[in-house]
């Protein structure tokens, strides 16, 4: 059998990171890995995990099993943290799950479990896992225009006219903020639009929010997933806890399934725990008990808030460093889209061949469709990347 198996394509981030390694210059930057660096090009444990790390340990008697779907209190508290009171509680089914790619993996599996024949809408480009596992489950799948190559901004009419060929039932896969790997976000007119479609055409939004606090701060990030929730009958949403909170290696992330009324809610909620039970009987509780203790311990929710406000307007001023260094060096505005997206990313718009040149003159490694994370520069290596950009002809 196992001799039977066919190689699987490589993974191009993993494949760049292990050239990064191997790259012996001292000035080169890694912009292609996707978690959040300091200046220091740490990914550090916040002050508030390490605190309710350390009064788990003095205080958690037992290892046993929680449920099937988590610890009920983990999911109110991201309940809380992501739709505030846009959908009432009694219509929210939720489960805990491996990290943010096992809630969109499970979200889909629900998607599957009720209607085989629904079709999937990803935005084009999107996180490449997630064509990666519609695919793997044999999904349904259509694309839908989002980005703009010319201006490096959403474009919006280009995805309203593709998204005209949903159909009731089908789901419509979102990025709540800071869209990966664009960093170009929805405004919130045009949320409203998108709310107004779906709500017409009865088709269902998936939005996958993995970076609430990154973009324009805790609750104007949830505006688009809040927005639906509170107008449309069913929303899936997948959470995860890895960037906001820093907690990539415990895999921290959550289902949402809000249901048009209880009844369904509990068919539901019984569905996932089902689901769970098939793939990985009872989810990880580690950092989600961590993530539950800051967000329902005010003094410790409080130094959580104030450490990603940090680590946020950290991203903004690098941003804002490298668009002014451009600005400089090519005596045009052409680059201040880098100053208007969010999150860690940005699609610099540069070509393949001029992504490898900056990798092999300038030690600058980005993935080839020239997404690069904002979070892998600090004040020294602005300039050098300004300067590679500049000389690669982009």
Known sequence: MLTDLKPQPADKILALMEAFRADPRETKID???GVYRNAEGVT???RAVKAAERQLVETQETKAYTGLAGDPAYAAAMR???LGDAAPADRIAAVATPGGTGAVRQ???????ADRAATIWLSAPTWPNHPSIVRYLGVPMKEYRYFDDATR???FDGMMADLAGVKAGDLVLLHGCCHNPTGANLTEEQWQTVADHLEKTGAIPFIDIAYQGFGDGLDEDAYGTRLLASRLPEVIIAASCSKNF???RERTGLLMAIAPNTKARGEAQATLAFLNRQNYSFPPDHGARVVQMILDTPELRQDWASELEDVRLGMLDLREQLASALRQRTNSDR???????RGMFSRLGATPEQVAAMREEHGIYMVGDSRMNIAGLNAAT?????DAIVAAGV
Do not use: C, T
Request: charged fraction near 10%; glycine fraction near 14%; avoid cysteine.
């Open 31 to 33: 912009l292609g890995v």
């Open 44 to 46: 550090p444990v916040m």
């Open 80 to 82: 809380g943290l992501i």
């Open 107 to 113: 979200g889909l599996e629900l998607m599957q479990y």
């Open 153 to 155: 901004m959403v474009d």
């Open 246 to 248: 820093g907690v990539y």
């Open 335 to 341: 680059f201040d889209f880098i100053a208007g997206h």
């Open 382 to 386: 602005v300039p050098i990347l300004a």
